[in-house]
């Protein structure tokens, strides 16, 4: 079942490829180079592996970029490792490292380390080996290190924007309520205005009601006052 996955893989980058490199697609073409290049690695087809791996290599440099390049130089020295070719092993590894340092990539550089490491351990040199296996533990510490430091530091960050999110949310809720409360305060100021004007206005119309009933009384008694002087005269002139 294994090796009929590897051949339909194979065989469907195969096709990939020839569709990519009809229509041109760089991108997909150094993918199914790479991706060959290491099934045939698996498959122990060394030969035809190094082809693709040379393939991939070229098409890297002219297509690609270097931080591709690390990777398939260190696919590369693994390939000549599997191939007994300890010496260009090293010389693969040593130079995806120099690429790797360049852009002070930490882990391709301690992967390469590691892998010097064990070149040297099969050539006997364990000086080397275990100088090699020192770096490599070295700067996988740090590279921990660094990792927990940061993860330490997105936490804190993490903590304090969510305190101040927290605090955000206490103040919006402390304006919303003071809001509300001023808009109360505001609807009763209101009401109190409306009902003094309404007292205002009723005072004002009891108050001219009350005028004119007066002047009303007033002149009624009048009529009053002359209509009696009126009879008194008649009954004396009587």
Same mark, same amino acid.
């Given at each position: 079942?294994?090796?009929?996955?590897?051949?339909?893989?194979?065989?469907?980058?195969?096709?990939?490829?020839?569709?990519?490199?009809?229509?041109?697609?760089?991108?997909?073409?150094?993918?199914?180079?790479?991706?060959?290049?290491?099934?045939?690695?698996?498959?122990?087809?060394?030969?035809?592996?190094?082809?693709?791996?040379?393939?991939?290599?070229?098409?890297?440099?002219?297509?690609?970029?270097?931080?591709?390049?690390?990777?398939?130089?260190?696919?590369?020295?693994?390939?000549?490792?599997?191939?007994?070719?300890?010496?260009?092993?090293?010389?693969?590894?040593?130079?995806?490292?120099?690429?790797?340092?360049?852009?002070?990539?930490?882990?391709?550089?301690?992967?390469?380390?590691?892998?010097?490491?064990?070149?040297?351990?099969?050539?006997?040199? #364990?000086?080397?080996?275990?100088?090699? *296996? +020192?770096?490599? $533990?070295?700067? !996988?510490?740090? =590279?921990?290190?660094?990792?927990?430091?940061?993860?330490?530091?997105?936490?804190?960050?993490?903590?304090?924007?969510?305190?101040?999110?927290?605090?955000?949310?206490?103040?919006?809720?402390?304006?919303?309520?003071?809001?509300?409360?001023?808009?109360?305060?505001?609807?009763?100021?209101?009401?109190?205005?409306?009902?003094?004007?309404?007292?205002?206005?009723?005072?004002?119309?009891?108050?001219?009601? #009350?005028?004119?009933?007066?002047?009303? *009384? +007033?002149?009624? $008694?009048?009529? !009053?006052?002359? =209509?009696?002087?009126?009879?008194?005269?008649?009954?004396?002139?009587?």
């Amino acid at each position: 079942d294994e090796l009929m996955d590897k051949t339909k893989a194979m065989e469907s980058y195969h096709r990939s490829l020839a569709m990519a490199e009809s229509l041109g697609y760089t991108d997909a073409i150094l993918t199914c180079y790479s991706n060959l290049s290491q099934l045939y690695m698996f498959n122990k087809d060394y030969e035809t592996a190094e082809l693709y791996f040379h393939k991939t290599i070229n098409a890297n440099k002219e297509y690609g970029d270097s931080t591709q390049l690390i990777t398939v130089y260190s696919n590369m020295g693994s390939l000549q490792k599997e191939m007994g070719r300890l010496d260009s092993a090293l010389y693969y590894y040593t130079f995806s490292n120099s690429l790797a340092r360049l852009q002070n990539l930490k882990p391709h550089i301690a992967s390469n380390y590691l892998f010097i490491s064990n070149v040297y351990e099969k050539k006997h040199d #364990f000086i080397n080996a275990y100088d090699y *296996h +020192k770096r490599y $533990s070295e700067l !996988k510490d740090s =590279i921990l290190n660094e990792e927990g430091s940061r993860q330490i530091n997105e936490l804190a960050i993490k903590y304090e924007t969510e305190e101040k999110d927290k605090e955000l949310i206490a103040r919006n809720a402390q304006i919303t309520r003071a809001a509300a409360e001023n808009k109360t305060s505001e609807l009763q100021r209101n009401a109190v205005i409306a009902g003094l004007a309404l007292l205002l206005l009723i005072a004002f119309f009891s108050f001219r009601n #009350f005028r004119k009933h007066k002047q009303a *009384h +007033k002149e009624i $008694s009048y009529q !009053k006052e002359l =209509i009696e002087e009126k009879q008194k005269d008649i009954l004396d002139s009587i």
